[in-house]
């Protein structure tokens, strides 16, 4: 989770646009006994006969995780072992390969790919697949006008021929020079507030969409998608690879959120963020681990010092690894990475130490380090200083003057918008008033017809790119949680169907059958409309581009890779090879396929055979104010029981009349055992670094990673 951690109903809010296989797989396909899953009461009825009444009882997470997932784990480590990057990513995606004929999720759709208008310039903020520097708006180019489809064509053109080394890209001059004029403030929404300003202690984007443009870390990618020093003004590697010496940036300065110089940035900052990193246990940890020196040591109660994470004086930091990591450096435009100032920390009740911080956090009478409660809680060293934060209205940052860096800084200040989506057609008018610069055009909101009965889609639209977030659906593979507390989004399930359904969960065919079912397309053309319904589509957790073979590799089974080879065309062949049948490129419907639904089904139906009764009840919730995710909703309904027959399979659409309850039962949902759903495909994951264990590790076991809670576990 970018180290991100993604709401799709979050994300589809307003300008989202804008801005393996092992042999011994662990499953076979019959119903897996995990545990007991249920217990007998014996009871007495009005006549004086035994009544047994059953009881629902959750299984032991590690139990379910290694009898779906199996050797995944392994697999992966397999892949860290190698010799060779080229060898590392042909192992990542057979382990990819297996990850997905599990069928415990399914990737859905990406990012962007929807119709568009749009003032703001093309490739004007950092352009990069991974990390937080895209959430970065210090460089983005806005006019007072919508920019046409042949303007963005050329601005486009210059910047293909800037990457190339070819020219120099300025899209503020070339639109000065088509009549516009370049805006310096910036107006865009937010339906989820920051619930902290911590940015070591959060994994959300909802929090550093926000803190990335208060704050800079070592090195930083520019909009043409090249690393460039930040904080850092140069650095070293060792000869063995094991070491990176960073000499730091002289004169640069912590800031109060009022622009009051409090202290100056050093090496011991970057030291302290990152002890204090490690002690939250936020979801960042994991990252670190195994990659720096003595980070996994320490997480298990070791001492700090021999962290590989040290301030040689106060402008050079040394950082050690465990191993020589060819992508360490795309790493550190990741979050965990970030300074902290030392000594405002301590002023705020900071402590170093797990257990010591776990105590110390506890007492917000001392500590408040980072409240989202108070913008005066965090001292900020980048481009711009939050001056306001209020939970349901408005997120106000404004540019800080003395920023090293500052003549680089196009906008003056960035304002965040309260908006749940409730209304698309006020958020429009707005967009046409000048108040927003830009949104996304879709059927469902009303937008695209808006726009096409006043002439600005056809002088305007376009459609955006598609990005590397990867949003997924999961299956709640060991449910712990019926109705949020206080009795909202409650399952209409009795405890037998309870039982029912995590029995079926746990069969393999049953899992394939509701994936092969789940038409993708039809439900996404509800809110993006027929022409659109597959431009976002995503069919792999892993961006199918996102790296590729530098020489051939040759696999154990002497399969040969070409030179060039794009990893997903690698998780393709292997995918085959398992006999999943499904297409894992962009922009198709790849997993649907009603036969093959109706096959698996048959299949676990034989499987299972009297141990379940049907239908088996699946619970989906939705939230009722938006008008797209309730349609979405109810496509999905339609496409599972139209395929496998509602006297197989009926899914329950559980309504969540707040935002909050529908984030509470899934998206905000702190762990596996607090999903409140048997389907969910709300969450994403945008990748935090440039290498494919980004994606996967969020799927490793025993509390590793973060995305299983996704699947109900850990």
């Not at 799709?8 to 989202?16: H, N, P, T």
């Not at 801005?19 to 019959?30: D, K, P, R, V």
């Not at 005066?376 to 800080?400: H, M, T």
């Amino acid at each position: 989770m970018k180290k991100k951690v993604l709401s799709v109903l979050l994300a589809a809010s307003m300008v989202a646009s804008l801005t393996a296989c092992g042999n011994g797989a662990a499953e076979s396909s019959a119903t897996i006994d995990i545990v007991e899953s249920s217990s007998a009461v014996a009871s007495s009825d009005s006549t004086g006969s035994d009544v047994v009444e059953v009881e629902y009882v959750r299984a032991d997470d590690e139990e379910v995780y290694d009898a779906i997932l199996g050797d995944f784990t392994a697999m992966t480590d397999a892949a860290k072992a190698a010799a060779t990057n080229d060898e590392r990513f042909m192992l990542f995606a057979q382990a990819e390969a297996y990850l997905l004929d599990s069928a415990c999720m399914i990737p859905n759709t990406t990012q962007n790919g929807a119709y568009t208008i749009s003032r703001i310039a093309p490739r004007t903020v950092p352009y990069v697949q991974w990390g937080n520097d895209d959430d970065r708006l210090k460089s983005m180019v806005i006019s007072d006008e919508f920019c046409t489809p042949e303007e963005r064509a050329d601005m486009l053109a210059e910047w293909a021929k800037a990457v190339a080394g070819e020219a120099t890209y300025d899209p503020a001059a070339y639109l000065k020079s088509k009549g516009h004029t370049i805006q310096t403030d910036y107006t865009t929404t937010f339906s989820t507030a920051p619930v902290t300003l911590d940015w070591l202690n959060t994994s959300s984007q909802a929090d550093t969409e926000i803190t990335v443009n208060c704050v800079e870390g070592l090195v930083e990618y520019n909009n043409l998608g090249q690393m460039k020093a930040a904080l850092a003004t140069d650095w070293s590697v060792s000869d063995d690879g094991m070491t990176y010496t960073f000499n730091i940036r002289k004169g640069v300065k912590w800031y109060t959120s009022e622009g009051t110089a409090y202290a100056d940035v050093t090496a011991k900052d970057f030291v302290a963020g990152f002890h204090h990193m490690l002690d939250t246990q936020a979801g960042l940890e994991w990252l670190v681990d195994g990659v720096v020196k003595g980070a996994g040591d320490y997480l298990a109660g070791g001492s700090f010092d021999e962290v590989g994470y040290k301030a040689v004086d106060d402008y050079t930091l040394e950082v050690t690894l465990e191993q020589p990591t060819s992508y360490f450096l795309t790493m550190l435009t990741y979050s965990c990475f970030l300074p902290i100032c030392e000594s405002f920390y301590a002023s705020h009740g900071g402590v170093y130490g797990i257990d010591e911080y776990a105590a110390a956090s506890a007492d917000t009478n001392t500590y408040n380090f980072g409240s989202s409660e108070d913008v005066a809680s965090q001292v900020y060293c980048g481009p711009f200083l939050i001056q306001k934060l209020q939970k349901d209205s408005e997120i106000y940052i404004v540019k800080n003057k003395n920023y090293w860096n500052a003549s680089a800084v196009t906008l003056n200040s960035i304002k965040w918008v309260y908006d749940a989506g409730e209304n698309p057609e006020a958020l429009y008018d707005d967009v046409i008033n000048g108040v927003y610069a830009g949104t996304g055009l879709t059927k469902a909101s009303g937008l695209l017809d808006k726009a096409i009965a006043d002439g600005n889609f056809d002088k305007y639209h376009y459609i955006s790119d598609t990005t590397s977030t990867t949003y997924f659906g999961g299956l709640n593979l060991n449910r712990g949680t019926f109705a949020l507390e206080g009795g909202a989004c409650a399952s209409p399930k009795n405890e037998q169907q309870k039982i029912d359904t995590n029995t079926a969960l746990q069969n393999k065919n049953f899992r394939k059958a509701m994936m092969y079912a789940f038409d993708k397309a039809t439900v996404n053309a509800v809110s993006r409309g027929e022409e659109l319904k597959c431009t976002n589509l995503r069919n792999m957790y892993t961006h199918p581009q996102f790296v590729q073979l530098e020489g051939a590799v040759t696999d154990a089974d002497g399969h040969t890779f070409a030179a060039g080879t794009f990893y997903g065309d690698m998780v393709q062949y292997y995918c085959d090879k398992l006999g999943l049948g499904i297409n894992v490129a962009d922009g198709v419907d790849g997993w649907y396929n009603a036969d093959s639904a109706k096959k698996a089904l048959e299949a676990a139906k034989s499987e299972l055979g009297s141990s379940v009764s049907y239908p088996i009840q699946i619970d989906v919730v939705y939230y009722s104010a938006s008008d797209a995710n309730t349609a979405q909703a109810a496509a999905y309904k339609s496409v599972i029981e139209g395929t496998l027959g509602a006297e197989n399979v009926q899914v329950n659409l559980v309504e969540a009349t707040t935002s909050d309850d529908y984030y509470a039962s899934g998206y905000r949902a702190s762990n596996g055992e607090a999903g409140n759903y048997d389907m969910f495909y709300g969450s994403g994951w945008g990748p935090d670094y440039g290498d494919p264990s980004t994606y996967l590790d969020t799927f490793l076991g025993e509390g590793a990673g973060y995305m299983t809670k996704v699947i109900g576990l850990f």
